[in-house]
């Protein structure tokens, strides 16, 4: 193997052109089999592999600077740099991240996950290198699909003023996680179709020299271009044409479905992970459903339409599935212009992604007392976070933190269907204004009895059972915590009250009042981290009272492929922890 | 008066265009009495008066729709759609916001106040237009410096898409709040030169038909202009060269100084208020030192370089003072670059526009650990909110409930100058790092004996007089609040521990557990929204003791040109009151 002699990229530079075409056959296997065993991003590292290849031959990484945007297209250039045994070895799989990572290599800059972001930091090493006085490459690499990011056009803005060396590699594989949207990919599409000749060029009009390279799995090529802007003085962008999913047919056949996957077969491309239920999939035939029935419903997405169904689907109902690309900033803008005249729009977006948009549902949806839904998914700790498989870019921790202290925003947690449906119900069908956010609950997909009651807009939480001494407000996904607990306490002879709030932000005064009466402590548990949450407001709440309250959910922190369990126990959050704690503060 | 005859737009189109240049003097006229009484926006209204005679005269608003960016310039739209007695007659100065608003009027879409918004809402105006299947136009005015905002490049790339009417007035003053910063204002310059002949050009490369206006000043020549594009079947700019501060020479010649004024001296330009000592003016004297004796110091900001300087200052370091445009997403990426290379960056930023970089905070600022000294700027209520003259979107009471919260980012919130220059002293000095955010105090610039222990940062807050049974804790602009209370209770007998906790996200646990031993009420004050805040992390550390906790400040709701005196009360916060209930509770 190739492959055996590299442990740096300066092993890269002894091989010739033969060889390292070798090499990126080699690569290419290594990811296609580690990503179907263990799940990953695939269809744009199999389309970056020559480009890696290319970009550490010429370069010298760490002292040039490479900074990946997203940075789930790195695989090729951690095998590269010293970790190729987390892609040969089994055993080692778990010991890269699927994103740059500061702690992992000195070849990652920084510790990316989010989209949109590489050129400004890029333009911060460049700043700095210039302030210094040294002389190294700085190199940004991004896709199509984050130039639809607000955030990248404000850094070619001001990496475009530069005087010195810049150079933007902009992989352009037509796709992003899903079809781009917006007329600067009409513009691409020109660019590629004219071989960069055309006299529209967005990169141009923004003071960047530009290249465009047709063949950008072509090694020999992209290391002549590569060659020739290496150490160039000015801000360049090259614009190079590559296949998403190169080297595995299905991958390039059907780009969406393969630009992230679970543990799937090689051979058939199916998942070997047995499919359940899920509230997604149940929310996205409901929502198509009404879209029917419903002409003022609209559902909009940043680079996410997956939330409401296939390319089929999103091609039949275009006119109210609106797509505005990875533009989290421009969504409740959006939104709220539809708001405006009378629609009433739904907006999906993941709970580690809504930090891009914290103003705009400040001002344009919230102050402006404009109709929203947004359905928060993947809002949870506990789920996801299977083994210890999970970046702390993309946990689910921290949206009420972030959201549920805005005012004029109603955050509700439903725990089951009924509950879940019934409250988008009322949104749709005009019961429910103003800007509502709903946590898509992530655990226990089932039917149940219970409903809410007609008056649940009061701000009412549900009692599901009535006891005594000690109160359980389990919220969202945690309401089986504490029904967990619930349980538990019974065993002992304690009959708890067991409550399950739904909404986080704004308390059931009255339920509160109440059980001060025969209550003498109130216990929260909430799937996110305490600060700014839910918990926090209970304890305010009785906090000059003799009510004593312990929240339970996670420490603030950061948590980067930790084990689920060391994290529960870690943070109080197991039954018998919590069923002791309760014991104690109760004596 | 031609004013007189003017009670809505459609009386506009009654006029000649004699009348028509004889109502933009007057209107002109009327802006700079109010601004020079009052204070408001100056520069772009004077710039933008023939635009908007203009558009008026044109269009039928508000069935056509027109979307202003930020809002600040829309004086003249407010004289022509029924509210010029609102700048007419000084007794009803105060009868309209500085903002489009809602409520005040249906010609105004959206209660405004932030950047970069205009585009993305006027797109969501045009999908619901289409899908309802009505047709009337819809307009996007923005400025030049609002469209360095990534939001605004969103907009643009959606709205490039439509097959449908859509306009932008792009009102090209040449200047932001500050000199505009970035390569796409290069780009605009060479548009100017070639009246928009180059081929570069940033709006064709996203789609947009294009017209370039040189003289947009003349009414005649922008009713020709737009009679030619209203119901126009597809997206267009128009790009308009103005003059900003026409119609009064000092405007025009000090843009920046006169984009918006506190009350002013019309003959002499001075301001008509007295002048006070203000912690902005002591900081920048302090960072412009420090620039010269620490070489890998750099100051930040997002199209507010007056943080850091006038225009000479600016210019002479300007290496190292970036102003990256209104790119607060950028912001905290850049910042993170340069900390990458060593540096030690400074980002300066107003409280009510931190939402626009949260997820940067978290991800590329605190997640990466990047050294990052965030100066947190009109972080109160109280002060600024002088009389009634504060919009909701510009008052400085979230930024604890959207950035405290996130994990490893430290908030300091010093209550005096030695507090607040030893905090920024050993950041720069580099004994403090990571992600520090640092609230800038508002009230009593004063220097004070008390100093620091050297041991604060390992939390400490300061015990400034010890007492017994109460204690006071009062975060930043309100730890002289909790000194009121401290002497008014010392009146009754009461003899109160006081405390300035100086850091609001990481509590004082030492401190606050010695309180047990003989305490039994804690009350806390902090110049912001409760929730999410630092009174909630103190109520929850004490839930489950016998300590007693009252937490003051401000209910989370939008306080739109409120009264401070009432505010106050409504939330319980006047001297009376506190002491009223601190009264009770020891009971």
Chains 1, 2 share one sequence.
Do not use: C, W
């Not at 649940?456 to 089986?480: E, H, T």
């Amino acid at each position: 193997m190739i492959l055996d002699r590299i442990e740096s990229p300066n092993d890269l530079k002894e091989l010739n052109i033969s060889e390292l075409n070798e090499l990126k056959k080699e690569i290419r296997k290594l990811i296609l089999t580690k990503v179907s065993k263990v799940g990953g991003h695939l269809g744009s590292n199999l389309g970056s592999v020559e480009l890696e290849i290319a970009l550490h031959y010429v370069f010298n990484s760490p002292k040039d600077k490479i900074v990946f945007d997203v940075s789930h297209q790195s695989y090729t250039h951690k095998i590269l740099t010293g970790r190729k045994e987390a892609f040969l070895n089994k055993k080692a799989y778990d010991d890269v991240t699927g994103f740059t990572s500061k702690t992992e290599s000195p070849h990652d800059m920084f510790t990316v996950g989010h989209t949109s972001t590489s050129i400004s930091l890029a333009y911060g090493l460049a700043k700095a290198r210039d302030i210094k006085g040294t002389k190294e490459n700085i190199i940004a690499f991004i896709g199509d699909g984050s130039m639809s990011g607000g955030e990248a056009f404000e850094g070619l803005n001001n990496a475009g003023t530069l005087k010195s060396n810049f150079i933007v590699i902009f992989n352009d594989n037509q796709m992003s996680i899903a079809n781009n949207s917006g007329s600067l990919y009409d513009n691409l599409e020109e660019l590629r179709n004219t071989k960069g000749k055309s006299k529209n060029n967005f990169f141009k009009a923004l003071g960047f020299d530009y290249k465009y390279i047709s063949k950008g799995n072509d090694v020999k090529t992209l290391i002549e271009v590569l060659e020739e802007v290496k150490d160039i003085d000015h801000p360049i962008v090259l614009h190079i044409n590559t296949i998403k999913g190169l080297g595995y047919k299905k991958a390039v056949e059907a780009k969406d479905q393969y630009h992230s996957r679970m543990p799937f077969n090689l051979k058939t491309g199916e998942s070997t992970l047995p499919s359940k239920p899920s509230y997604s999939g149940l929310i996205r035939n409901y929502l198509i459903k009404n879209l029917d029935t419903h002409k003022d419903l609209a559902l909009l997405s940043a680079a996410a339409p997956f939330f409401y169904g296939n390319k089929e689907t999103i091609e039949k109902y275009k006119d109210r599935i609106l797509d505005l690309g990875i533009a989290e900033e421009s969504l409740f803008s959006v939104s709220a212009g539809l708001s405006h005249e009378g629609l009433r729009p739904v907006v999906s977006i993941f709970s580690f992604f809504i930090g891009r948009a914290i103003d705009q549902l400040l001002i344009d949806a919230s102050l402006n007392k404009e109709n929203t839904l947004i359905l928060i998914h993947g809002g949870t700790f506990s789920e996801d976070a299977k083994g210890s498989t999970k970046s702390a870019t993309h946990h689910g921790i921290y949206d009420s933190a972030l959201i549920s202290n805005i005012p004029g925003l109603l955050y509700i947690h439903p725990t089951n269907e009924k509950e879940l449906f019934k409250i988008m119900d009322d949104y749709i069908k005009g019961r429910l204004n103003g800007v509502i956010a709903l946590r898509v609950p992530t655990v226990r997909v089932e039917t149940v009895n219970e409903t809410l009651s007609k008056n649940y807009l009061d701000i009412k939480s549900k009692v599901i059972n009535n006891g005594s001494k000690v109160a359980l407000l389990g919220l969202g996904n945690f309401y089986f915590k504490a029904e967990e607990v619930y349980y538990a306490l019974e065993k002992l002879g304690i009959k708890a009250t067991l409550i399950n709030p739904l909404f986080s932000n704004v308390l059931d005064i009255e339920l509160l009042e109440s059980l001060k009466a025969n209550h003498s402590l109130v216990v929260t548990f909430e799937d996110e981290i305490l600060d700014g949450g839910f918990g926090e407001k209970v304890a305010r709440f009785y906090s000059s009272s003799d009510m004593k309250v312990i929240n339970y959910g996670f420490k603030k922190d950061f948590y980067d492929y930790v084990s689920i369990e060391d994290t529960l126990k870690d943070n109080h959050l197991t039954l018998k922890q919590v069923v002791k704690d309760i014991k104690q503060t109760l004596k």
